[in-house]
């Protein structure tokens, strides 16, 4: 085989993605599009509050029908928004409308802040020519001085998590156009006029990784950046996940790794598996914090 590089037609990738956000090293990539397969008080919720603390998200939109039944645990989050209802056909809509109201109230601070910067430079060197619509934005009667404009997280795009929870049978799975469409586009929701967007981070909780109905189905699996998996007996529910990593390790090796995180599945012992991992890490790992090589096994 003969190869002759042309010169000229090199791709250049963007500097950065859409909706990214820097994590700390041993921390995966934002956005997320996790999913969680466990059985009934396997520890799915503990071991994703822990992933969306380490993360540092700024808030969590829970959607669940059950969140008061996890009332401890999912107080360490800083839960702004609840959605109990996951037959509501306008949910998906709702969560799209926040984001986007995050973008526009961020864009109107920094547009404000830019209008607040020139006042107080033209104030100070005697340039004001008397712009009455400024003073009557900035300046407050009461405390008789400026008020400088402020965004609820400083001037930043702030992080996002939306968590959904016992949702299997629901409408959100069995009618998922809306879902979808979220999980495939949700590190672009919410963009900005500059470039980039707000993005959410999707976590999915559910008991089975593949269900005959009322499930996650393969548009949504197929976007998923990571994958949380607790002891499982059901022989053809590991074939399904071995399957889903096929293009990176062969089935053998996929059930060695998952041996090595399992153990004997007393201690909430489950595999983290990282689609998108970053350079100088492995995409297997015992719970969050222990890699595993599996050419080492």
């Not at 397969?37 to 829970?62: F, P």
């Not at 619509?133 to 400088?148: A, P, R, S, T, V």
């Not at 492995?282 to 080492?296: A, G, H, L, N, T």
């Given at each position: ?78 839960v702004e928004h609840i959605f109990e209802d996951v037959d509501d056909i306008s949910l998906v809509d709702n969560i799209k409308s926040i984001v986007a109201q995050e973008a ?45 404009p402020s965004h609820k997280w400083n001037g930043r795009k702030p992080r996002i998590a939306v968590l959904i929870d016992d949702a299997m049978g629901s409408l959100l799975y069995s009618k998922p156009r809306k879902l979808n469409a979220l999980a495939t586009y949700s590190r672009h929701l919410g963009q900005l006029k500059k470039g980039g ?101």
């Open positions: 085989m003969t190869v002759k590089k042309i010169k000229g037609m090199e791709i250049t990738p963007p500097s950065s993605e859409s909706g990214s956000y820097e994590t700390d090293d041993n921390l995966p990539k934002m956005h997320q599009v996790c999913i969680a397969v466990g059985k009934r008080a396997s520890g799915k919720t503990t071991a994703v509050v822990n992933l969306i603390e380490k993360l540092k998200y700024d808030y969590v939109i829970a959607v669940s029908p059950t969140l008061k039944s996890n009332k401890e645990i999912m107080s360490r989050l800083n526009e109230d961020l864009e109107v601070y920094l547009e404000d802040i830019k209008k607040y910067n020139k006042l107080m430079r033209d104030i100070e060197s005697g340039k004001y020519m008397g712009n009455d619509d400024l003073l009557l934005q900035f300046f407050n009667d009461e405390d008789n001085q400026f008020l400088k967007s707000i993005g959410v981070s999707l976590f999915f909780l559910i008991q089975s990784f593949k269900a005959q109905t009322g499930g996650l189905n393969k548009v949504i699996r197929n976007q998923a950046t990571s994958l949380i998996l607790f002891k499982t007996k059901d022989k053809g529910e590991l074939e399904d996940v071995a399957e889903s990593v096929a293009g990176e390790i062969d089935a053998e090796t996929f059930y060695k790794v998952y041996e090595a995180a399992i153990g004997e599945g007393d201690n909430y012992e489950f595999l983290f598996i990282d689609f998108h991992p970053k350079k100088n890490q492995s995409m297997f790992r015992k719970k969050f914090e222990e890699y595993i090589y599996p050419d080492k096994i």
